[in-house]
Every structure is written in C-alpha cells, then in structure tokens.
C-alpha cells in the first residue's frame, strides 16, 4: 500500500455500505477494503474489533462486548456504530477528507438518505455523493445505461433486494423488499427450530446456505451435519440435514423475491418489457451466488437471466466507475 502524500489528500473514494459487507474503493489504487459490516464494542463502549475481526466474534462473545451490524434492511439502524464503522474503514485505507460516493438501497426515505450523508461527514468526507444500488450495479456490470434501452437488474444484497428497470439513466421501475440474505438465514434457523428443536446461531445458518442451500433442485443432491444446541435437552446436538431440507426452509423468502421480480416485470412499459425480453435480467450482489437461483428465476419468468461475473462487487465497481467519471455519470448522482 504506497501512498504519496498527495494522494492522501486528493483521494476520491467510492464505498458500497452494505448490510453485509462494506467495500471501499480508492481512485488510484482499486478496492482497498471488503469486510464485513460488523462493529465490536467492550462494555466502556471503545471499539475493541471491526469487520473480519468482528464477525469471528458472532455468537461467541460474553455479555459485556456488544457486537453490533450498523446496518439492517439495507439502512442505517446505529447511527452511531455506522459512523465508527465508517471512520474505522477509512482510516484503514489511509485516507484523510475524501470525496465520497456512497451507494444506497433504491427505497430509502429522505431522512435515510441524511443519515448515510451525516455518518459519511462525520467520518471525515470533505465531499459526499449518493448513488442508487441498483444503478451501480448496472453501471458495474458494464451495462450502457444511457441508451434508451430497458435492462432490468435484479441485486439481491443481505438486507435488500433491490429490483429495477433501468433506462435513459433513470429507473423507470423499481422494487425493494426487505428480503435477502439476512432473510434466508433466519429462515433456515427457524426451520431448525421448528423442525429439530435445535438452535443454530446465525453464522451456521450463513454456511449451510452458502455450502449446500439452493433455489431450485441440484444435478446431486448432498447432505450435511450441522451443529447446535437442542432446545428440550438443553446440551449440543449434531444433526444430520440434506440439501432438500435447505431448499424446502428457503422457499419462503426465494418465493418472495421471485414474485417481487415477477411484479416489477407486471408493471413494465411494454417497449423496456420487449427489451428485457431480448436481453435478459442480470443478477448480482451476495445472494446471486445461491445455488439455482438463476435456474429458478430463468423457469419462473421465462426469461434468460444472468449472474454477473463478480456479483459481490458489482456494486462498489459501478460507484467506482461513477467516480472515475463523474461528469459522465452526473445524472445518476443524487
Ligand atoms: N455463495 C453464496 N450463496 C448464497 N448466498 C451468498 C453466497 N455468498 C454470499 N452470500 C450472501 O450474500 C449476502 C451478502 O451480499 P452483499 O455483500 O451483496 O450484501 P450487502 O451489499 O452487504 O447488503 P445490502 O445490499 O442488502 O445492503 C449475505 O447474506 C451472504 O450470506
Ligand atoms: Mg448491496
């Protein structure tokens, strides 16, 4: 990591606060940061670990650390935790009073949008500029965005699923549900507890739906021994799941993003509609990455649907891309 003194200075800096993991690009240099958006706290409330070091924490900490995510649903829930996080971050890579773009949730109020601008201010930017998710994520995948052209992506985040038609550098469509990763995870804890009588804390859940969850039936289906604690005997329990299992605890919130896809398309003007016919939907965030969810969206809509190629950075790369070309990209900047 070489830095001028200068650069220190000038340093222009897109970010993709996340629900789940925060990025942080430096004009320049490319992403410098990629960590969970977590944030530990002792009892005297001084931040004792963030990011990676943080999240090892979850689930096993004693009472007094207080482990914090600053973000839910896709927007600030700790204002105050957002701003530590936020400055910590920053001052990981080495930057002082940056100009920042930061990338934020298509459905946030007014008063959302302050609270990003606020801790972004706070956490030293001399300049700050906001970016709708979704357009990002365009933008990251290399759509041309400007052309007078539908291309509907479909971001599916930890807290958000963001859907939008895309078209003359607006969104002419769009949805926001309050249904994503996060989502799945609870989904799959409560079908352990309800099935199993056994609790799982969430990291678990994360992984069995990252190994071996999925959307729609695999070419193998695999199985699996999960550990936790059983509810009526009060000890740990190992317990053995198949991959089935997973899917049947996921379709609730996997029915919920696919209808919400389906009603955005319902309320698509007919010529974007024709567009996305040929050109397809294009996926992208954490949650693009679950197994046959492509297979399940393409089967659904019967449309071609695509993941992008780096769905976890798509977004950061798209905030990134805005920044590079400010002048450009003035439209899509809030
Ligand atoms: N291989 C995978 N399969 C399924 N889900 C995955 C996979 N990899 C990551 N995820 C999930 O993706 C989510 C994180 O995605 P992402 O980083 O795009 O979210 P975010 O931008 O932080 O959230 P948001 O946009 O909602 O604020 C997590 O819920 C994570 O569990
Ligand atoms: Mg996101």
Same mark, same amino acid.
């Given at each position: 990591?070489?830095?001028?003194?200068?650069?220190?200075?000038?340093?222009?800096?897109?970010?993709?606060?996340?629900?789940?993991?925060?990025?942080?690009?430096?004009?320049?240099?490319?992403i410098?940061?990629?960590?969970p958006?977590?944030v530990?706290?002792d009892?005297?409330?001084?931040? =004792?670990a963030?990011g990676?070091?943080?999240?090892? @924490? *979850?689930?096993?900490?004693?009472?007094?650390?207080? $482990? &914090? !995510? /600053?973000?839910?649903?896709?927007? =600030?829930?700790?204002f105050?935790?957002?701003e530590? @996080? *936020?400055?910590?971050?920053i001052?990981?890579?080495? $930057? &002082? !009073? /940056?100009?920042?773009i930061?990338? =934020?949730?298509s459905?946030v109020?007014?008063?959302?949008k302050?609270?990003?601008?606020?801790?972004a201010?706070?956490?030293?930017?001399?300049?700050?500029?906001?970016?709708?998710?979704p357009?990002?994520?365009?933008?990251?995948?290399?759509?041309?965005?400007?052309?007078?052209?539908?291309?509907?992506i479909?971001d599916?985040?930890g807290?958000?699923?963001?859907?939008?038609v895309i078209?003359?550098?607006?969104?002419?469509?769009k949805?926001?549900?309050k249904?994503?990763?996060?989502?799945?995870?609870?989904?799959?804890m409560?079908?352990?507890?309800?099935?199993?009588?056994?609790?799982i804390?969430?990291?678990?859940?994360e992984?069995?739906?990252?190994?071996?969850?999925?959307?729609?039936?695999?070419d193998k289906?695999?199985?699996?021994?999960?550990?936790?604690?059983d509810?009526v005997?009060g000890?740990?329990?190992?317990?053995e799941?198949?991959?089935e299992?997973?899917?049947?605890?996921?379709?609730?919130?996997?029915k919920?993003?696919v209808?919400?896809?389906?009603?955005?398309?319902e309320r698509t003007?007919?010529?974007?509609?024709?567009?996305?016919?040929?050109?397809?939907?294009?996926?992208?965030?954490?949650?693009?990455?679950?197994?046959g969810?492509?297979?399940?969206?393409?089967?659904?809509?019967?449309?071609a649907?695509?993941?992008?190629?780096?769905?976890?950075?798509?977004?950061v790369?798209?905030t990134?891309?805005?920044?590079e070309?400010?002048t450009?990209?003035?439209?899509?900047l809030?």
């Amino acid at each position: 990591m070489a830095f001028s003194f200068k650069n220190m200075f000038l340093s222009q800096v897109a970010i993709d606060l996340g629900t789940a993991n925060t990025l942080i690009y430096v004009k320049g240099n490319g992403i410098m940061l990629d960590e969970p958006s977590i944030v530990a706290y002792d009892k005297d409330g001084e931040i =004792i670990a963030i990011g990676s070091e943080a999240r090892e @924490m *979850l689930g096993r900490a004693p009472e007094d650390i207080k $482990i &914090i !995510r /600053p973000l839910s649903d896709g927007v =600030i829930a700790d204002f105050e935790a957002t701003e530590h @996080m *936020l400055k910590s971050f920053i001052k990981k890579v080495q $930057i &002082i !009073r /940056p100009t920042i773009i930061v990338c =934020i949730p298509s459905g946030v109020t007014e008063v959302e949008k302050r609270a990003v601008r606020d801790s972004a201010e706070r956490a030293g930017a001399k300049l700050v500029k906001l970016i709708y998710e979704p357009m990002a994520a365009a933008i990251g995948v290399g759509l041309d965005i400007a052309q007078p052209v539908g291309n509907m992506i479909v971001d599916i985040g930890g807290g958000t699923t963001e859907i939008a038609v895309i078209s003359l550098n607006g969104i002419v469509v769009k949805e926001s549900i309050k249904v994503a990763g996060d989502g799945m995870d609870k989904a799959i804890m409560n079908f352990f507890k309800r099935k199993y009588n056994l609790l799982i804390g969430d990291k678990t859940a994360e992984e069995i739906k990252i190994n071996i969850g999925s959307a729609y039936p695999l070419d193998k289906e695999v199985k699996t021994l999960v550990k936790g604690r059983d509810l009526v005997a009060g000890a740990p329990k190992v317990k053995e799941i198949t991959s089935e299992e997973i899917r049947e605890a996921l379709e609730i919130p996997i029915k919920k993003i696919v209808e919400a896809v389906k009603m955005t398309l319902e309320r698509t003007p007919p010529e974007l509609a024709a567009d996305i016919l040929d050109r397809g939907i294009m996926l992208t965030g954490g949650g693009a990455l679950l197994k046959g969810l492509q297979k399940r969206l393409q089967t659904e809509t019967n449309l071609a649907v695509h993941v992008a190629e780096d769905p976890l950075r798509a977004v950061v790369l798209g905030t990134a891309k805005a920044l590079e070309n400010m002048t450009t990209y003035a439209k899509v900047l809030i």
